[in-house]
């Protein structure tokens, strides 16, 4: 790098070009190791490097399931210390969550102490916790002293640890797997052992087996909060097929009759990964905003269970439309994402589907089986070795003695000698094969190999009984079945497979669903949909008169009262809006910005006080103004207008909202504000302008649209709109002049013209505000 910025004559772009390639170099290096070191599991045991160590950390301490426990500091700092490099938070957070039943089908670690709660608080402290494996982990780790799996270098090279774990179940699959690495993720959820155990047997059976035919055994996952799954099977189907989906998961509830026609709604299992607390704030501000009225109320009465009780506004509500509101508003139903990828072999990324992992699982137990055994083959023939020089110095036992006792070098001697080897007694009537000669022992004499010289000399003096030697033949015979036993099974296939499935039963007995930590906790059913009952069917339709202050304070007042009485407000506010309503009502705010709010009527403050302000229930701008406000009126269109003069007409279905935000109905920019909202009410347009001329023109000649400028109503030198309105041309257009009297013009002549126009100077007595009314 240093030759190309010393060289005059690289261009700039000779220059970017090595700087491309390096920065590329280390992102990809960088992401190589965040996919094959940190977020993506192993498909061969279904753990993460972090969890592999720290189980692997905790067996080195010996801290077995009924071992003492251990403080997690210590753990998390062997960890750290020997084999993980990273911080020792990380490291105990990791640790803590194998340890939450609430998290891990089938937990890891065994926690005392605090390690956080469904409420979703966090751990205590590693300094306060303790911890040691249960027999899960001890299953997972089975065989790793018997040559099962390679073992690499730790990070510092002091240390050795394994690649991967033996794993005697299907754990990826089992406990499930969460992670982000760059430019992938992956998010498997927890099934049940002894399901998968019974599609691990049906696969090695049928090798051919398809992923449909899995789902026989595999119905679904199989969460540790429990809960329902009501995702159809055919998209079951599918996201198993793929590697990639979602399931629909909601809380299991119950109706707890109270008597005399009382009742409630009892929760007593929620969703997996949704936190307690939370679900039950959402839902108290669910009721505190009225978006279900017809909940009254929650409580929690959980202790180590859990019980969530929803009680009903009302006897007369029906409990599946209260649940299936609740379910579209809150994490009382989730949706768990599906997306199996993971490392094949450890190394490759890979998407795959259910059957894929179930392969790449069972071709690990084959190699750990393999290994095993071949493990278990030379320690047989090591110690048939040691047996057969035991057996020849009890045959010579007055010579082996005396070389002991006389000879200057026993060892050399004891190899020297040719030895009988005729067994005299308690032996086999069969000739013995021995491993190191390849064939049956001659019954001439031969010499003693330098293992079996070093075992007689380490030989104890109590072992030179007659009863001793007995036991040695017994041994060697029983070792001697068990190597034919282990060289069929390293010869033939089938027999290996034969002992994976009995492995895989073992597993099954015990996590069987017959057992407290086996038995399937989710429960499958189909998703009871309830027609949609509107919102304004489930409130008492009760008269009401709204009433809004200039400051933007609003309130409902009980009944119909009359809108020029006096009523009470905050110091230097005054009214602004007052008009009848009823509770089942929506109303329309229009504000200067040119946006449509909609506010329920059930939802707004008692009369008792002076209300709340309108801007904490809709997201109303602190510089935008209230230009209107009215109760909505299905089927009616709105003259909405700007104060520049461009308008159109809209449904008033078209503007209604969902959502606090508003709807963007009046497109205005710069100095220019929404003016106006009006009814439209006959055939016919007038509008005045700030200097007082008056056009009348047909309502036919404005556009109908749903969001927009508009078209320009009136033409104007300087100055803007002032009012608008819309009448029937037949029966005239009325103003109050300054006396309070009511005036008609119905020769309207003079000031019809085509919109855009700048119209004609108003009429006399027209009001000196420019306001028709």
Not at 110 to 136: C, H, K, M
Not at 537 to 553: F, K, L, Y
Not at 661 to 684: E, H, I
Not at 736 to 753: F, I, K
């Amino acid at each position: 790098m240093s030759d190309t910025v010393d060289d005059p004559n690289m261009s700039p772009r000779d220059l970017a070009e090595p700087l491309r390639r390096a920065i590329g170099e280390r992102y990809l290096t960088y992401a190589l190791s965040t996919i094959m070191n940190r977020a993506l599991p192993d498909a061969r045991d279904g753990l993460k490097p972090v969890h592999r160590r720290i189980l692997y950390a905790m067996r080195e301490l010996r801290l077995s399931p009924t071992s003492r426990f251990r403080k997690s500091s210590k753990i998390s700092g062997d960890v750290m210390g020997n084999y993980h490099p990273h911080g020792d938070a990380a490291i105990y957070d990791a640790m803590a969550r194998l340890a939450q039943d609430f998290n891990v089908r089938y937990p890891l670690v065994d926690g005392q102490g605090n390690f956080g709660n469904i409420d979703g608080d966090n751990p205590a402290a590693s300094r306060y916790t303790e911890a040691r494996l249960t027999a899960v982990a001890e299953m997972m780790m089975e065989g790793l002293t018997e040559n099962a799996v390679d073992f690499r270098a730790n990070y510092d090279g002091t240390l050795e640890e394994p690649v991967v774990l033996p794993a005697a179940f299907p754990n990826l699959l089992a406990n499930g797997s969460s992670g982000i690495a760059v430019g992938m993720a992956t998010n498997i959820p927890p099934h049940n052992i002894a399901e998968l155990c019974d599609a691990c047997l049906h696969l090695i059976k049928t090798p051919d087996a398809r992923d449909d035919t899995l789902l026989n055994f595999i119905p679904g996952p199989d969460f540790p909060t429990g809960g329902t799954l009501v995702e159809p099977p055919e998209s079951i189907a599918q996201s198993y097929r793929t590697g990639r989906g979602s399931f629909r998961l909601r809380s299991k509830w119950e109706v707890e009759d109270l008597g005399r026609g009382q009742w409630q709604i009892v929760v007593t299992e929620i969703p997996y990964q949704v936190q307690k607390s939370k679900l039950i704030e959402k839902i108290a501000e669910l009721i505190q905003t009225k978006k279900i009225p017809i909940l009254a109320d929650i409580r929690d009465e959980s202790a180590d269970d859990i019980r969530m009780v929803l009680e009903p506004r009302t006897r007369t509500v029906d409990p599946e439309v209260l649940m299936s509101m609740l379910f579209r508003n809150s994490d009382l139903e989730v949706k768990f994402s599906l997306n199996m990828n993971v490392l094949i072999d450890g190394l490759t990324p890979k998407v795959c589907s259910l059957k894929e992992v179930l392969r790449a699982f069972l071709d690990h137990r084959r190699d750990v089986l393999l290994r095993r055994s071949q493990h278990r083959l030379e320690k047989i023939d090591h110690r048939l070795e040691v047996l057969e020089g035991f057996i020849i110095a009890f045959l010579n036992l007055d010579r082996v003695i005396d070389i002991i006792r006389y000879d200057e070098d026993p060892k050399r001697a004891l190899m020297a000698e040719d030895w009988d080897r005729k067994v005299a007694r308690a032996t086999s009537e069969t000739d013995y094969v021995s491993p190191l000669a390849g064939g049956p022992v001659a019954e001439e004499d031969q010499g003693l190999t330098e293992v079996q010289a070093e075992a007689i000399l380490n030989m104890r003096l109590r072992s030179l009984r007659r009863l001793e030697e007995m036991e040695l033949i017994r041994e060697r015979d029983e070792l001697m079945a068990e190597r034919a036993t282990l060289e069929d099974l390293l010869e033939n296939e089938d027999v290996q497979w034969a002992r994976i499935s009995d492995q895989m039963r073992e597993v099954k007995k015990t996590f069987g669903r017959n057992t407290p930590l086996g038995a399937r906790r989710t429960v499958l059913s189909e998703a009871v949909e309830v027609e949609e009952v509107p919102l304004e069917a489930m409130i008492d339709r009760e008269p009401i008169t709204v009433v809004c202050s200039q400051m933007g304070w609003i309130r409902a007042m009980k009944g119909h009262i009359a809108l020029d009485q006096e009523m009470k407000f905050k110091d230097g506010d005054g009214p602004r809006f007052a008009f009848h309503a009823e509770t089942t009502d929506r109303l329309l705010v229009f504000g200067s910005n040119g946006r449509f709010y909609t506010v329920s009527a059930a939802n707004l403050p008692g009369g008792r006080g002076m209300g709340e302000p309108l801007r904490l229930m809709v997201d109303l701008p602190n510089e935008a103004e209230i230009v209107d406000m009215f109760a909505h009126v299905p089927g009616r269109r709105l003259l909405v207008a700007s104060t520049a003069g461009d308008g159109f007409v809209v449904p008033e279905e078209d503007v209604l909202a969902q959502t606090r935000s508003g709807k963007q109905v009046l497109n205005v920019k710069d100095k220019v504000r929404a003016l106006l909202c009006k009814p439209v009410s006959g055939d016919t347009v007038a509008c005045v302008g700030e200097n007082r001329k008056v056009l009348v023109f047909p309502v036919a000649e404005l556009p109908e649209m749903g969001r927009g400028k508009g078209v320009r109503l009136q033409a104007y030198r300087d100055g803007g709109l002032s009012d608008a309105t819309t009448f029937t041309l037949a029966d005239g257009l009325s103003w109050h002049d300054p006396a309070g009297r009511t005036r008609t013009e119905t020769d309207l002549a003079e000031w019809a013209g085509k919109r855009a126009s700048s119209g004609r100077m108003a009429p006399r007595g027209f009001p000196r505000d420019n306001k028709f009314n």
